[in-house]
């Protein structure tokens, strides 16, 4: 059974740095892919990091330049590094895995949630 471990959420002013973790465990065989996922009171769960087990990266405008998704390959943990914070960046934070475990089908996994407030 695999499981996904969030966590570094907090409280920041504007203008500073958060990291966020999400460390995987389980039977796992090989982890594809990767991303963070946040979700505003009343908004729709948005995109803000992927990352392919080939390097590949990924993020949308509004985090491009100030969000850097990374993995640590011994820890079984990936990243997302947070810089230049802006109250809009408020919201709860879900890390998401795409994941082929050793004994089920492969599948996304997801972490529970971790809350980012920015303060203006």
């Known amino acids: 059974q695999v499981q996904l471990v969030e966590s570094g959420g907090g409280l920041v002013q504007a203008g500073g740095s958060l990291r966020l973790s999400c460390a995987a465990s389980?039977?796992?065989?090989?982890?594809?892919?990767m991303g963070w996922y946040r979700q505003a009171p009343g908004k729709q769960r948005e995109l803000v990091a992927s990352?392919?087990?080939?390097?590949?990266?990924n993020y949308p405008d509004s985090v491009k330049g100030r969000f850097t998704i990374s993995r640590d390959n011994a820890k079984n943990t990936f990243y997302l590094q947070m810089n230049s914070l802006r109250p809009e960046d408020t919201a709860v934070y879900y890390c998401?895995?795409?994941?082929?475990?050793?004994?089920?089908?492969?599948?996304?996994?997801w972490g529970q949630g971790t809350q980012v407030t920015v303060s203006s």
């Open positions: 990352l392919t087990s080939g390097g590949l990266t």
């Open positions: 389980g039977s796992i065989f090989r982890i594809n892919a």
């Open positions: 998401n895995a795409q994941v082929i475990p050793w004994f089920v089908s492969p599948g996304d996994y």
